[in-house]
């Protein structure tokens, strides 16, 4: 019975989703949305310092969200895991229209009441901005595809964006979506494990480690 245990253990799939380290722009709070910002100094340490916890899962598979940002914590990861990264649009953070590129102060400063539903997470009447379905939809559907293109056994990395990746991963999970607003934020180079079951779904095993 135990050695069918440690069979099924070692032969269970899992996911790992990490947000990229951090930029100026989150340093001083100013909404990024889809706009391509790299690392500062801050958030390279963070990548290069999560990198060997990453490397010691020994991933198959780094995908990535094509942003600078995403891209260069996945560089990181891929190198200390001896692999090339891969980039696919569909991990991008949501687009989030005329609210690109202003500090929260300023957007509290001019529309008090539009600070608060930002706050929320209620996004979707943002001029310009993706709704929450279609957020869910591509970055569940990148999610889905990374682990079909996991063996048994083996380990994906997704490197994406704090709030497409608590939308996707609900979304991934089937739950409903507006679950994704009771998750706290995922830190800089913070993880989100998920393991396959030995019924074939997805469990959450750890969240923002």
Same mark, same amino acid.
């Given at each position: 019975?135990?050695?069918?245990?440690?069979?099924?253990?070692?032969?269970?799939?899992?996911?790992?989703?990490?947000?990229?380290?951090?930029?100026?722009?989150?340093?001083?709070?100013?909404? +990024?949305?889809? =706009?391509?910002?790299?690392?500062?100094?801050?958030?390279?340490?963070?990548?290069?310092?999560?990198?060997? =916890?990453?490397?010691?899962?020994?991933?198959?598979?780094?995908?990535?969200?094509?942003?600078?940002?995403?891209?260069?914590?996945?560089?990181?990861?891929?190198?200390?895991?001896?692999?090339?990264?891969?980039?696919?649009?569909?991990?991008?953070?949501?687009?989030?229209?005329?609210? +690109?590129?202003?500090?929260?102060?300023?957007?509290?400063?001019?529309?008090?009441?539009?600070?608060?539903?930002?706050?929320?997470?209620?996004?979707?009447?943002?001029?310009?901005?993706?709704?929450?379905?279609?957020?869910?939809?591509?970055?569940?559907?990148?999610?889905?595809?990374?682990?079909?293109?996991?063996?048994?056994?083996?380990?994906?990395?997704?490197?994406?964006?704090?709030?497409?990746?608590?939308?996707? =991963?609900?979304?991934? =999970?089937?739950?409903?979506?507006?679950?994704?607003?009771?998750?706290?934020?995922?830190?800089?180079?913070?993880?989100?494990?998920?393991?396959?079951?030995?019924?074939?779904?997805?469990?959450?095993?750890?969240?923002?480690?």
């Amino acid at each position: 019975m135990r050695d069918e245990q440690a069979r099924i253990e070692t032969s269970a799939r899992r996911i790992v989703l990490l947000r990229h380290g951090r930029t100026a722009w989150n340093a001083e709070h100013r909404i +990024q949305g889809q =706009l391509d910002v790299e690392l500062d100094d801050v958030g390279l340490d963070q990548a290069r310092s999560v990198a060997p =916890l990453i490397a010691a899962l020994a991933p198959t598979l780094v995908w990535s969200s094509d942003l600078a940002r995403a891209r260069m914590t996945a560089e990181e990861v891929a190198k200390e895991a001896g692999l090339v990264p891969s980039y696919d649009a569909r991990l991008r953070e949501f687009r989030l229209g005329d609210y +690109q590129g202003r500090t929260h102060a300023e957007l509290l400063a001019d529309d008090e009441a539009a600070f608060e539903r930002f706050r929320r997470g209620e996004w979707d009447a943002i001029p310009g901005a993706e709704s929450l379905v279609e957020v869910a939809g591509r970055f569940a559907a990148a999610i889905h595809d990374l682990a079909a293109a996991l063996g048994p056994g083996e380990t994906g990395v997704a490197v994406s964006h704090g709030a497409a990746t608590r939308t996707g =991963l609900v979304a991934f =999970l089937g739950w409903p979506l507006t679950f994704a607003r009771d998750l706290r934020a995922v830190g800089n180079c913070g993880r989100v494990v998920l393991e396959q079951r030995t019924t074939g779904d997805w469990a959450l095993a750890a969240y923002n480690v």
